[in-house]
């Protein structure tokens, strides 16, 4: 039965990027007016259901809190959208006297969806990529996948309502590691948008195709002795408990300079947090990790009531956060991962050089690169801290859970957060529209280019009216003369004719008498001498030179040019003639 669904999921997988792959062909054809239509009609469909599919996530995963669920699908619909809305995604985005930007979309983006952040991340990911010009389709966490195509569902019909093609927003429904990865490797998917574990952020990685991967968030915060300690924990615990920690820049260690440690305390009892003895925090610790020593999925998300009663421990009413002195960090150490859950870990240091250092230990426990919070009033000592922490984000005195996707923060708004080279991904950033289309640049020279041969320049005017047949050659063959292309010599000849004068030169022998009317030779503006010619057989004249003059004349009056093997035809004339059919041979 596995293998027949890996074989349904991998099949899915292809006819859906392919149904994407021709819708996103017609995409890229909209005009910046359209694209906005058609995100403005998504971005509202999805905030009026987000309460609904906010709900249907946390029946369908058992993860996380509803209202908070229904506040994240907000963020991506809302904040993220009306961020977002008025940035240049079509045609010419960036100019400057020396340089044009012009956007290009990218093709078809493979969305991973996540359980924890199931809806919210579908809503912001679609915006993203339709917003950019691509078609996106989504593979969902099989956990989770009645509340994300559910969300797709949802925002594809208000998308349709504005034209846009129903294959740009495919979701699988059969899910399956094997139908993933044919989703990410497909010959027609061009970027990948990854976000879950490890595992999958690899897999991503190694699939051949450009990738956005974001890594854990193991995140430290630092109480520093200068903080307004009262504020201080009341943002810890917003962050840490807010859907009960599933977002991965949740709070994870608190690390409190020790100046201030007893305050810190009492300030975490007063607001709802539990302090575990070691005994307590033992058992704990073995429903937390696995024995393997990775994160066990069945705390992730739930409350504090469920995870005592699984830990067979006991917490008073109303317990917001579990809290627990830790040792160390490390393997030896299982409270120190990250535990997406309303967990912490608490450690004392002397000192901002200390904290820091503690801070940056966590990280490398399963957080590099992600986020690292601080609380201090100096701004010189946020700095100071921000500098030693191998974090892209670095959120001060505000919950790293909101401070880090950008809604109590001027980060740029998103549900997919770079973890750089610190935490294997190709950027730091958080990612967003820009991050789904290729720029082209128009470059214009600002620094002309030195060069030992000078350009050629164009002869005078007043040159020596020696037939062309001679003396073009004379010019060109000279070993004085520096070497000149096809068309500079075309552009002399031209200039040349045009400068020319009837001369006194007798008449060519005129061909046998023809019982019709002979036209005037075509190119020489129907005068009674034609150009230079060898007289035909059939009484057509085989021009001996046909300049960009002689061309357009017999285009503007209809004529003919009759030419013969020795005829020289300058380039710019061929140019011109060859399409309009100008040139007819003479007969011999």
Known sequence: MSADKDLISVQQARDLVEGAHRAQAEVACFDQAKIDRICEAMAKAALRESPRVAALAVEETGYGIPEDKQVKNQFSAEIVWNYFKNLRTVGVVSETKDVVEIASPRGVV????????????????????????????????????????????????????EGLPADAIGCMTTATIEGTEALMKHKMTAVILATGGIGLVRAAYSSGKPAFGVGPGNVPVFIERSAEVPKAVQDILTGKCFDNGTICASEQAIVVDAPIEMAVREQ???????????????????????PQRSLNPAIVGRSVEVITRMAGITAPPGTRCLMTDVGGVGRDFPLSMEKLSPILAFYVEDGLERGAARCNEVLHYGGMGHTAGIH?????????????????????????????????????????????????????????????????RVAFETRPVASKRPAATAQPATMSRTPIATSAPAMVQSSAAPKVSRQEIAAIVDRFLANRQPEAAPLPTPPPQRTDQEPSAPGNGGSARPPASAASSNGHAAAEFVS?????????????????????????????????????????
């Open 548 to 588: 960009e003059d002689d061309v357009k004349r017999a285009i503007q009056k209809g004529e003919k040019i009759y030419v013969g093997p020795k005829t020289i035809i300058t380039p710019s004339a061929r140019d011109i003639g060859d399409p309009a059919e100008v040139f007819a041979k003479a007969g011999f």
């Open 268 to 290: 975490f009892k007063l607001q709802g947090a539990h302090f575990l003895n070691q005994s307590e925090a033992d058992q704990l610790a073995k429903i937390v990790a696995t």
């Open 376 to 440: 201090t009033r100096s701004r010189e000592a946020a700095i100071r801290y921000g500098a030693e922490m191998p974090a892209s984000r670095i959120t001060v005195n505000t919950p790293t859970t909101h401070g880090a996707i950008g809604f109590s923060t001027a980060l740029p708004p998103s549900m997919t957060l770079g973890c750089g080279s610190w935490g294997g991904n190709v950027t730091s950033d958080n990612v967003s529209p820009l991050h789904l289309m290729d720029i082209k």
């Open 110 to 161: 493979a969305g991973i969806v996540p359980s924890t952040n199931p809806t919210s991340t579908a809503i912001f990911k679609i915006l993203i990529a339709i917003k950019s010009r691509n078609a996106i389709v989504l593979s969902p966490h099989p956990s989770a996948a009645r509340c994300i195509n559910e969300t797709a569902k949802v925002m594809r019909e208000a998308g349709v309502k």
